[in-house]
Every structure is written in structure tokens, then in C-alpha cells.
């Protein structure tokens, strides 16, 4: 059974502006799925539409259920949702700028009761994250971009979800911290069961962490499959994996090559 | 200069500067969770003193039953207020969220006097009006028992702060949306901060009401409250304390000595200039929390 299912979601902001047009998803329990698409592609709208953050942004779901393990959970707030399971880690990591490290880790225990319980998950977020144990003295203000995008895994980690979104979790980090970032990814799907909604716009990674992808152009699925199957798509390597390596420019044809999609 | 005067001065300016802070103590809690400057906070000192006298002479409870009474009904009365004015303003522009907060505050100076009658109340907490004696000091009682409970509530809220709870107070105030994406019930932390705001607010009103007696002008209370406020920072408790110190020591010295010069009145300039040099000089006060940029 699978433990996220969106079906048939629109998105209205602003009341004008359909922003997602009719979107299906399915994430099956402890399954590690990716939505690729470019900018503006309705990606981290659709994250937004499952964990509710749409509201303060002034975006309207108007259509469509989004179910999680078992139950309709679109008329539930934030909180509510976290307490349910599912955690939403932001695009541009978000972390508590005056706090240290710790107290980050903290703040996102406020639905446990159990004293021991919090300072063993502190714990084993520290030996997770080494870096963050070192870095601990320091407001995570001051923490480089890589270490606070693990920083915001492990605080979303504290609340011990089921399912995981992450917006964009590569965004500004140089190329050995990407890998190292989605070398964690796959860790803690595969050492915890932790299903994984990663949203990214490096598909290169994403491909090779996912089961399977969507692929989102202009709020609209246009493409859905496991990762190898869409790895070998022409039209993906063209558009989004940076084509073959190499290129005959006397055949480069003078007009843009078309998608084979309607967009 | 008479030296003793001085000294005289000096430690009744830092007793009543301490018991100014506990007022600027509202007002930060409230800045540290929801990023709002509460201009309500006088009035609510003020709301706080007349829940007192009620509870004591109205309903003529002994004090340790009406105190414990009027600061648990303060506190429901500042939770409530967030849940019924406040809250509705989230997503308005900032200014009209300060200038709703001063609309409370000049209405709550209105009502509560108009309520209650609006001659002087007394309001008894067993403190002797006896002066104390130092070796040759004059000390006043009120304002050295005033000053080190509000020392004492303002350092029980910086260990508050350092809790679990106020750990995901501070977070709200960094970053609401993050706040909710990892489930802390933004709303009602801040209704909290305003229930806990409300509870210093009658502290305070309960110590200035036990000094001077209880009347619409405990609320004037919000303008020195103010200067310590920005003078410490706006979201720093240890700042609350030392602001609240110089500006007590700046009063009184100012009362004492330049009064007699001047012919009275330097009392209440003080404030305001403290505000206006503050703004000035040192927008983000003296513990201001900085502005992290990374390089």
C-alpha cells in the first residue's frame, strides 16, 4: 500500500494563478521517490500542498485529495500533519539562525513528551552528523551551507516522521557536499525505512538515489517511471541530464529540438 | 556634591530601574517570540494592579490567595488578548500590529479606570513604610523589595528562555514558517509569551501599585519600560537589566541633582531622551541580537 497518495491536485495562489493542474503522486511506504522539472515547474508548491505550508503563501488547494497512511489529511494544520508523520524539510535549508545546533534539534521535539527519549535522538542525530556535534558552540547562523542543510535534515529527523519531503536539498552546495548530502539521503531511507519525497532540479542525483521519478513541466505531470527507465529517455538526457557527451555541430539542426511531450 | 546624597541616589535609582525592567521584560518576551513591539504592556501593568486590588479589597481575599488569583487571571487575560486581536492581524503589515497594540493600551487606560472608579486605590503587601537605615543611608523599603523580586522574575524568565519550551519560543521568533514545517504550534506559542508577558505585567503593577498606589497612571509605566527596552536590545533579558539599571541610576540621579537647578520635571525627560539617543546612536540597543550575515 502506498503511504502518500495525491490525486488529482490543484493549486490556485493569489486566486488567479493555477500554479499545479491536476497533479498525481504516489509514494509507497519507505520508497525513495524524486519530482524533477525545472524552475517554477509547480515542484515545491505540490511539497507545500502535503506538509500545508501553502497557506501562509497565500496558495489555495482547489481540487484534488492528498492521502497519508490512510487518511485524508488536507483539512489538518502543519503541526498536526508532523504529529501524523510527514516533515517538510524547506528549500533554502531554514534553519533557527540564533540558535546553536542543538537547540535547533530541540525546538523539533515539541511533540514528545519522553525527556530520554529526546536526548537519545539528539544523540544519534549527532553521531549521524558528526559535523554538527563539533560545530555545536556555534549559532547555526554561522554554520557553512552544507552543514546547515544537514542541520535541517536532522531537525527534521527529531521529529521521527514516516515520510520525509526535501525541497531542493543540493540548492548553492559545492559538488563533493551534494554527493555527500544524498549519500545521507539514501542512508536514512534504506537504515530506517524512512520513505523520501525529494524534489530537486539536479536530476543527475536524484536519478541516482530514486526508485522512480516524476517529471513536472508547467504544473502538469508529463513523465513518470522508475529512475532507469527515465534515465534512458532521450528526451530526459536531452533536456535534463546534459544530453550525450558528444556533440556533431555539423548536424546541430538550426531549430530548437522539440520535446516529444505536450507541455 | 554631598556624597551621601549621592550614594542615597544612586542605590534607590538601581532598585526602582529594576523594577522599571520587570515592565521591559513584557515587552521583550513578547519581541523574542512573535517580533511584535507590545505598546499594551504598560496598561497591562496597569490592568494588573486593578486585578489585585480587586481580588484584595473587592473580593477581600488574603494575600496569598489574591496574588496567586490575579496572576493566573492576567495570564488567561493576555492569552486571550492575543487570541482576540492579535492573532486576527497575522499577515498585516507590522506597523498596523504596534498600532493595534497601542490602540489596547490607551482603550484599557480608559475602560479599567472608568471601571473601577478612578480615585487612587492602596494596595497592601505587607511591606512597612518604615525608611530603612544603612549606617547613614535613607533606603526606601518598597522600592528594595520592588526591585529584588523583579530581579528575581527577570532572572526566572532567562531560565525559562534556556528550556526546552523556551528554546521552541526563541525558534518561533527566527523563522515561523520553519517553526511550523517541524511541528511547533506557532500560535499558540505566541499566545503563550503574551499569557507569561501578562503575568510580569501584574508583578510589576502589583510593586509600583504597593508604592504609589493603584490608578490609571501605572500605565505611564510603558514609556520608561520602553526606553530600557531599546536601550537593552528589544529581545535581550540580560539587556533589560542592565538598561533598566542605567536608566533608574540616570532618573534619579537627574531628580536629585539637576532638579533642584532646573526647577523640576527632569524625571520624565529622561526617558525620552534616552529613547532618542538610543535610536540614534545604537538602533539595535546595547544586546541587540545582531543581524547573522554569512561570509
Known amino acids: ?263 | 556634591m554631598d556624597m551621601l546624597l549621592i550614594a542615597e541616589l544612586s542605590i534607590n535609582g538601581v532598585f526602582v530601574g529594576l523594577m522599571y525592567a520587570l515592565v521591559a521584560a513584557g515587552i521583550v518576551l513578547i519581541y523574542k517570540t512573535s517580533g511584535i513591539a507590545n505598546l499594551a504592556q504598560g496598561a497591562l501593568a496597569m490592568m494588573g494592579g486593578y486585578a489585585a486590588w480587586a481580588f484584595a479589597t473587592l473580593a477581600g481575599l488574603p494575600i496569598w490567595l489574591w496574588l496567586p488569583a490575579a496572576l493566573v487571571a492576567m495570564f488567561f487575560a493576555g492569552a486571550l488578548l492575543e487570541r482576540l486581536a492579535l492573532r486576527r492581524m497575522v499577515g498585516q503589515p507590522i506597523i498596523m500590529v504596534i498600532m493595534l497594540t497601542l490602540g489596547i493600551e490607551i482603550m484599557l487606560r480608559g475602560i479599567l479606570p472608568g471601571f473601577f472608579g478612578s480615585s487612587v486605590k492602596r494596595l497592601d503587601i505587607g511591606i512597612p513604610t518604615t525608611p530603612l537605615f544603612v549606617g547613614e543611608l535613607f533606603l526606601n523599603r518598597a522600592t528594595l523589595i520592588g526591585g529584588a523580586v523583579s530581579l528575581a522574575t527577570i532572572l526566572l524568565a532567562i531560565l525559562f528562555f534556556n528550556s526546552r519550551l523556551g528554546i521552541i519560543m526563541r525558534a518561533v521568533s527566527d523563522d515561523q514558517t520553519a517553526s511550523w514545517s517541524v511541528g511547533i504550534k506557532v500560535e499558540r506559542a505566541i499566545a503563550l509569551a503574551w499569557g507569561l508577558s501578562a503575568v510580569m505585567a501584574t508583578i510589576a503593577g502589583v510593586l509600583w501599585g504597593a508604592t504609589q498606589g493603584v490608578d490609571w497612571s501605572l500605565s505611564l509605566l510603558l514609556i520608561k519600560a520602553l526606553a530600557i527596552a531599546i536601550l537593552g536590545g528589544l529581545d535581550s533579558l540580560p539587556g533589560v537589566v542592565i538598561a533598566g539599571i542605567i536608566v533608574g541610576l540616570a532618573e534619579s540621579l537627574a531628580t536629585g541633582i539637576v532638579d533642584p537647578i532646573v526647577g523640576g520635571g527632569t524625571r520624565d525627560v529622561v526617558a525620552s531622551v534616552i529613547i532618542v539617543l538610543t535610536l540614534i546612536l545604537r538602533p539595535h540597543g546595547l544586546f541587540g541580537r545582531e543581524h547573522i550575515e554569512r561570509v
Open chain 1, 1 to 263: 500500500m502506498s503511504l502518500l497518495t495525491l490525486n488529482n491536485i490543484e493549486v490556485v495562489y493569489d486566486s488567479v494563478f493555477l500554479a499545479v493542474k491536476g497533479v498525481s503522486i504516489e509514494v509507497p511506504d519507505g520508497g525513495l521517490v524524486a519530482l524533477l522539472g525545472a524552475n517554477g515547474a509547480g515542484k515545491s508548491t505540490i511539497l507545500k500542498v502535503i506538509s500545508g505550508l501553502l497557506k501562509p503563501e497565500r496558495g489555495l488547494v482547489t481540487r484534488g485529495q492528498v492521502r497519508f497512511a490512510g487518511e485524508d489529511i488536507l483539512a489538518l494544520d502543519p503541526p498536526e500533519r508532523v504529529r501524523r508523520g510527514l516533515v517538510h524539510v524547506l528549500e533554502g535549508r531554514r534553519v533557527f539562525e540564533h540558535l546553536t545546533p542543538e537547540e535547533n534539534l530541540l525546538a523539533a521535539t515539541s511533540m514528545h513528551r519522553d525527556r530520554a527519549r529526546i536526548r537519545q535522538l539528539v544523540d544519534e542525530m549527532f553521531s549521524l552528523f558528526p559535523r554538527l556535534a563539533e560545530r555545536n558552540k556555534a549559532k547555526a547562523g554561522y554554520l557553512s551551507g552544507g552543514e546547515q542543510q544537514m542541520l535541517a535534515i536532522a531537525r527534521a529527523l527529531m521529529t521521527q516522521p514516516k515520510l520525509i519531503l526535501l525541497d531542493e536539498p543540493s540548492l548553492g552546495l559545492a559538488p563533493f557536499l551534494v554527493d555527500e548530502i544524498f549519500d545521507t539521503i539514501r542512508r536514512i531511507n534504506a537504515e530506517s525505512g524512512t520513505a523520501v519525497l525529494l524534489v530537486e532540479q539536479n536530476a543527475v542525483a536524484a536519478l541516482d538515489v530514486a526508485q522512480s521519478a516524476y517529471l513536472i513541466e508547467q504544473g502538469r505531470i508529463v513523465m513518470s517511471g522508475t529512475a532507469e527507465v527515465l534515465k534512458s529517455n532521450p528526451d530526459i538526457q536531452q533536456a535534463y541530464l546534459g544530453g550525450s557527451s558528444q556533440v556533431d555541430y555539423h548536424a546541430v539542426k538550426h531549430y530548437r529540438r522539440r520535446k516529444r511531450w505536450l507541455a
